[in-house]
């Protein structure tokens, strides 16, 4: 990989961004999840 291309660069970063944003809301989702399931 040249890492003075951008066009290679571009679509790896997006691709490393959704992926942390996809785990980012799957780690929320679980904390709210396991918020919801405390009784009151």
């Known amino acids: ?3 003075t291309s ?3 660069n ?3 970063g997006a691709a490393v961004l ?3 944003y996809a785990t ?3 780690a929320l989702s679980g904390v709210v ?3 919801m399931a ?3």
């Open 6 to 8: 951008p066009s290679e």
């Open 1 to 3: 990989m040249d890492s």
């Open 24 to 26: 980012d809301l799957e």
């Open 38 to 40: 405390v009784p009151e």
């Open 18 to 20: 959704a992926h942390e």
């Open 33 to 35: 999840t396991g918020i």
């Open 10 to 12: 571009a679509p790896t």
